[in-house]
């Protein structure tokens, strides 16, 4: 009768110390899967969007000014660029995802973030196999989306279809903007969206996910900082590329000192 009572007694005991520390961990655990398959979503379908429009108005680029001189000078078959082959890639991940094979999905995104790695050798600047592009800056952030894809998991098949028409969307307006006659390799990052406006972009987000932390949605919050990754490492590639000009380093001290401010307005969990 003692045990037994002595087991009853214990068992609770038992339990008080160890809930807590599982369940801090548990939740932890939980919220970090939550803010990987939520960023994995954002960037499936930014990468496919951008991707798809990318491919039709540089890559094919049919109402591109002097296609033909172009042609001459860079080819992939009819295509000026194997722009088109990341496109397939991406919408190849985003179909069989949607079916639910998230694994396959990822395969496919693996092979585009390895053609992302093997593509700059291969044109003028390696062994010249007679196409120019897609640029460094497009295979970098098509290759970023791809990592951030790769590490969650999307639940949402209707955010995914949305999130990628929407992105399409909203690119295919911006090169209507610029001018679909001026879309040629490089236009989207030397034109519509240059450092200081991709900075300008990034802060406003970030300011987005100090109020959602304000808010008490932290996942919200670390999805958006999370998926800003592809457009960071853009604007660092800019940033280095304009090293020269004493005046770059002031963005990226604003950008750098935005962070820090982040985490102070972050609230913390009740003691």
Do not use: K, N
């Not at 010249?128 to 990592?147: E, H, K």
């Amino acid at each position: 009768m003692t045990e037994t009572t002595q087991g009853r007694l214990i068992d609770p005991v038992e339990s008080t110390l160890v809930s807590p520390g599982s369940g801090v961990v548990e939740g932890l655990l939980a919220r970090t899967t939550s803010v990987r398959d939520g960023a994995a979503t954002v960037a499936l379908a930014t990468g496919t969007g951008w991707s798809l429009v990318h491919a039709v108005t540089t890559s094919w680029g049919p109402f591109l000014r002097e296609r033909a001189l172009q042609h001459e000078l860079s080819h992939f078959g009819p295509f000026l660029d194997p722009g088109v082959v990341l496109a397939l890639l991406w919408v190849a991940a985003v179909a069989v995802g949607l079916a639910g094979r998230w694994g396959i999905a990822r395969g496919w995104l693996a092979v585009s973030l390895l053609l992302c790695l093997v593509l700059p050798v291969t044109g003028r600047d390696g062994f010249d196999l007679g196409w120019d592009g897609p640029t460094s800056t497009t295979l970098g952030f098509v290759g970023a989306c791809a990592i951030v894809a790769m590490v969650g998991t999307p639940r949402s098949p209707r955010l995914v279809v949305g999130g990628t028409v929407a992105v399409a969307v909203l690119t295919a307006a911006v090169a209507v903007a610029h001018g679909l006659g001026q879309t040629a390799r490089g236009w989207f990052w030397s034109g519509p969206l240059q450092a200081a406006t991709l900075l300008l972009l990034m802060l406003a987000a970030l300011l987005a996910a100090v109020v959602l932390a304000r808010r008490r949605r932290a996942t919200a919050a670390a999805v958006v900082v999370v998926s800003l990754v592809p457009w960071a490492a853009v604007y660092a590639v800019d940033v280095l590329a304009a090293s020269q000009d004493p005046a770059s380093p002031l963005p990226t001290a604003l950008l750098a000192a935005t962070l820090p401010l982040a985490a102070l307005l972050t609230p913390r969990p009740a003691p």
